[in-house]
T-cell receptor
Framework: GAGVSQSPSNKVTEKGKDVELRCDPI?????LYWYRQSLGQGLEFLIY????????KSGLPSDRFSAERTGGSVSTLTIQRTQQEDSAVYLC????????????FGPGTRLTVL | GDSVTQMEGPVTLSEEAFLTINCTYTATGYPSLFWYVQYPGEGLQLLLKATKADDKGSNKGFEATYRKETTSFHLEKGSVQVSDSAVYFC??????????FGKGTRLHILP
């Protein structure tokens, strides 16, 4: 069975440009999470979706970051006016509520802002 | 807020050595505890977990016991292999909630 997939695997962009990162969760997983992994900060939570709603957006670092989820499946994380400090690996995870708290992670998107 | 503290790396050991990576946590209530592993060039994988006090999680020769009295979840392996070289993350989560990770410990095993 397919795991969590993310695209693109690598993205290089110029400072000030907008980027969109995509996550396809495991089929049937209603919970979806975005995390960021950077050298200085380790692994940080960004946002959590249950279905199409986001009850916890507390980790989004600024209003340049937004995310949406449609059809209870695919999610897109958008970063507007990218800055060099946005360079990181963006990880997506999905889980089944009540499934023992285990989250399944995708391979990540490595974002480099020049 | 909740937090996880794990020993700084890198940790370098010879093959067949005994491994301990220390992890302590601060949390309200009774979270589940995890160890995740990230092998070079690969994604994050769950290594083992424990959901309540005194539970022992185990996988691939690794073990960790949920110690509520010391708020710890130390990772141990009796005899490490070169293939165990990776970054290890201690983490906690409350039911259906985000995971809070430690900073990670890079492990190098020398042949």
């Amino acid at each position: 069975g397919a795991g969590v997939s993310q695209s693109p695997s690598n993205k290089v962009t110029e400072k000030g440009k907008d980027v969109e990162l995509r996550c396809d969760p495991i089929s049937g997983h209603t919970a979806l999470y975005w995390y960021r992994q950077s050298l200085g900060q380790g692994l940080e939570f960004l946002i959590y979706f249950q279905g199409n709603s986001a009850p916890d957006k507390s980790g989004l670092p600024s209003d340049r970051f937004s995310a949406e989820r449609t059809g209870g499946s695919v999610s897109t994380l958008t970063i507007q006016r990218t800055q060099q400090e946005d360079s990181a690996v963006y990880l997506c995870a999905s889980s089944v509520p009540g499934g023992g708290d285990e989250q399944f992670f995708g391979p990540g998107t490595r974002l480099t802002v020049l | 807020g909740d937090s996880v503290t794990q020993m700084e790396g890198p940790v370098t050991l010879s093959e067949e050595a005994f491994l301990t990576i220390n992890c302590t946590y601060t949390a309200t209530g009774y979270p589940s505890l995890f160890w995740y592993v990230q092998y070079p060039g690969e994604g994050l994988q769950l290594l083992l977990k424990a959901t309540k006090a005194d539970d022992k999680g185990s996988n691939k020769g690794f073990e960790a016991t949920y110690r509520k009295e010391t708020t710890s979840f130390h990772l141990e392996k009796g005899s490490v292999q070169v293939s165990d070289s990776a970054v290890y993350f201690c983490a906690l989560s409350h039911r259906d909630d985000k995971i809070i990770f430690g900073k990670g410990t890079r492990l190098h095993i020398l042949p």
